[in-house]
């Protein structure tokens, strides 16, 4: 019958597929050649590794605000202070452990804001932890178990050995039902385009639902080569696409918090950069789209010492392909801190090597941190000069300069007129804010009408406050 294949023509099939692939690739890995290779089991490889992930319980209590406030009846007997409820919240996921005393890996997003985190292993037992390090950006966090009992690790692989094709086991706890295993294969690399500010995911087609966060994606040897992140879905299921934290951040991750890191710093190039589109590729004679494009350069920083200059394209890192510019921050946090690494720069068709040693986003200026007060549209705001180490931590581009809100009094001034984190102060009532200082003289006044300028997500907002 046509579209089926008789058990003659299957070593046909088998040798036409193989036929490409190089003898080399042939030692290491192979399609199945028979109806028995076909039914070979993971099961050994889940019981080497299964152990080794576990459950994540993260507690959160919120202030849920009164249904009364804002009632002039219920504020006659009560005031302003009206009655709250708290609640508590739950989040499930998952996480690995990674060395034998108990220090797990799971996302940032599993518990942050946690005030309890339980973790419960494949076993059924449960144990308090603590959280060691953790940071939003690239969405990790480290979580310590507090016992002298030893533990099943995973070790952790070369995520950079992993190729496309390659069969992937993910391990997790999707949607609480228990401890989950399912596989299936890379389907891509270094993806960028997820909600996260990662940018380099490996792509997998391994079920990936929700509780499946922080666990474990493994290759066929049974190594880690990558933390279950995020899933692609319009239902809120699995339909195929996963994307997992590659291993090899992990690695880089827990080695801060294993030197009693309080932060995770990430190298500081002092560049700013755009992908490579076909127009700026044939502009350029790539043969690839593929790179990232230099826009800018910040005078005395490490890009410009190493000779970097707009409108060159970083092509490689330590002649390691770079796909975009989220992928060279990958490669760039991947290399540590005190590396020196060797970017390749391609300008006006010719390629050169640019050497360049990797520190921490410097602090350029004092913070000068200082919580406003009087009478003002920014009494109750905690601002802060910003330079580059301050604008990496808060996640803004490290160009930016100026004063920045970093944190807000609740029920405050600032926080009822709507100002929030990260937005940027331009001027007061036309003058403009350059520190700290300046701004607290320049809201000491009492003006019939406040003018206030900032920039919020690269946007220019002017308002009037009476």
């Known amino acids: 019958m046509p579209g089926l294949l008789n058990r003659a023509s299957i070593p046909m099939l088998a040798l036409w597929v193989a036929l490409p692939i190089s003898a080399d690739a042939q030692t290491a890995k192979a399609v199945p ?55 508590k919240q739950s989040s499930l996921g998952s996480g690995v452990i990674v060395e034998a005393n108990g220090t797990i890996v799971t996302n940032n997003h599993v518990v942050d804001g946690a005030d309890d985190i339980k ?17 939003e950006q690239v969405d990790l966090a480290v979580l310590k178990i507090d016992t002298k009992e030893t533990f099943p690790v995973l070790p952790i692989g070369d995520s950079d050995a992993v190729e496309v094709g390659d069969l992937v086991l993910a391990i997790g706890n999707p949607f609480g039902v228990g ?54 879905s319009q239902s809120g299921g699995s339909n195929g696409i996963g994307f997992a934290t590659p291993a090899n951040l992990v690695r880089v991750f827990l080695a801060a918090a294993d030197r009693g890191a309080k932060t995770f710093d990430k190298p500081y190039i002092g560049a700013t950069f755009e992908p490579v589109t076909s127009e700026v590729a044939d502009a350029l004679g790539l043969k690839k789209v593929r790179g990232a494009l230099i826009t800018k350069v910040t005078e005395g920083g490490p890009a410009a010492k190493a000779g970097l200059k707009p409108g060159e394209v970083i092509t490689a890192l330590n002649g390691i392909p770079v796909e975009h510019p ?139 406050f009476r």
């Open 33 to 87: 050649q028979s109806q028995m290779e076909m039914q070979l089991s993971f099961a050994p490889l889940v019981k080497q590794t299964a152990g080794a992930v576990v459950n994540v319980y993260a507690e959160r209590v919120v202030q849920q605000q009164s249904p009364f406030a804002g009632d002039p009846f219920f504020q006659q007997f009560f005031g302003q202070r009206m009655p709250n409820r708290t609640e």
């Open 119 to 135: 973790i419960a292993l494949s076993d059924g037992r449960e144990f308090p932890c603590k959280v060691v390090l953790k940071d």
């Open 326 to 464: 989220d992928a060279l921050g990958y490669r760039l946090t991947t290399a540590g801190l005190g590396a020196t690494v060797s970017l390749t720069v391609l300008n006006n068709g010719k390629e050169r090597e640019a050497p360049m040693t990797l520190a921490a986003a410097p602090e350029t200026q004092p913070r000068e941190e200082r919580t406003i007060t009087g009478d003002n549209p920014f009494a109750g705001a905690t601002v802060a000069n910003l330079s580059p180490r301050v604008a990496d931590e808060l996640h803004l581009p490290t160009d930016t300069v100026g004063v920045v809100v970093e944190k807000l009094k609740s029920d405050s001034p600032a926080a009822r007129l709507g100002f929030a984190p990260k937005d940027i102060i331009v001027s007061v009532n036309g003058t403009v804010i350059t520190t700290t200082q300046n701004l607290q003289v320049a809201v000491s006044g009492e003006p019939d009408i406040w003018r206030v300028e900032i920039e919020r997500d690269g946007q220019r907002i002017r308002q009037f």
């Open 179 to 232: 401890q989950t295993v399912t596989s299936g294969i890379v389907s891509a690399l270094a993806r960028n385009q997820v909600k996260n500010e990662v940018g380099f995911f490996i792509q997998t087609d391994a079920s990936i639902n929700p509780g499946n966060s922080g666990g474990a994606l493994i290759n066929m040897k049974g190594d880690l080569i990558g933390l279950n992140t995020a899933i692609y």
